[in-house]
């Protein structure tokens, strides 16, 4: 993979997408037939927090990155988050692998920091052992003092890791690395261009709420005309989405119905101007593509009112001109800040605030809030198969 931009075929939508969107253009738009209730416990209780870290967090396959983050062989980040010390590479062959950030001579940390560096061999900072980004160990200072010594057997420790869709996905356990669901998803991504976009902006925000009120914003329609009056709340209206579920993660689409009388949904470019798609995943990642640039972000839990959201911005190309990354600036700006930080990461604040008291034990859903009430039911099944 190159970050230098190239021409690609035009991708239409896939057979999922393009039913999503035939819903909501025939009028199928998505509701629930009544109310329905949460318990604020899922939220506040420090004992179902760590289950969930052992059944989905310690178990699933999950997003650690889109593509773009490592575009060129010879590069490697240190991924710290997840609570394991990772360093996810690509080797001189264009192939992502995920290691743990572990000499195997002492166990001293590798790589330092949080930035992508390019640097086709890793060299252990305390004892000089050097690795290949491939993971194999190359050479050591002094192998005659390490009689007997199988270098193949010494190779980084590597996890099971895919990349597909633009996005390098890794899982904990061994047992549990089944990325088919991964493997569909990129389908949807790959026509979305994902894995041809570059990466533009790239921050991490400490939001002081459990992982599943961030998830909850993204998965109803309730608010946006509210919560983001200011923003983009003017683009959308009340109701009129579609939504399926690929396994664990969910697949929804809201439209902008008056928009769509005269357009091709076949035609990619033309069908993401009237439907915003955003893909939920189990554990806690969502994808968001706007008309023209796409957003990836991941959580982190670090506690039951605590997450890591690390968001990405991917656009199609590398801004050439200074009105481009003028452009691109602003996109960044009304996203990343306006929307995520100031408006959805704000109001899962503040409903962790208001939950921790004690004062709701139940939480009410309405009908345009029933992608809330799925996605508890998909954690409570995961947490079922784990037990």
Partial sequence: MSATRTEHPTRGPTGGMLALAQAIAG????????????????????????????????????????????????????HDATGRPLLVTRDGEGKAHVFLNVCRHRGTRLVEGSEPVCQKRLVCPYHAWTYSVDGRLLALPRPDTFPGLDKSAKGLIELHSRETGGLIWFCPQEGAADFTHAETLGEDFDALGMGEHVLFRRKTHDVAANWKLIMDAFLESYHVTRLHAQTIGPFFKDGVTSGDMIGPHARSAVGRLEDMERIDLNDMAALRRVITFAYQLLPGALIIPSPDYINVMTMMPQAHDRTLVEDFMLI????????????????????????????DFRAAELGQQGLSTGAIPLLTLGTLEGGIRRFHETVEEALRAAN
């Fill in 27 to 78: 009028g199928e738009g998505r509701a629930e037939a009544g109310v329905s209730e949460v318990p604020a416990s899922v939220y506040t209780d420090p004992d179902y927090f760590a289950r969930e870290q052992r059944a989905i967090y310690q178990r699933m396959p999950q997003i650690l990155a889109p593509s773009a983050l490592l575009p060129d062989p010879g590069m490697a980040v240190p």
């Fill in 316 to 343: 199609p190309e590398h801004p050439a001109t200074d009105k481009a990354r003028d452009h691109w600036e602003r996109s960044w700006a009304l996203l990343d800040g306006g929307v995520f930080a100031s408006e």
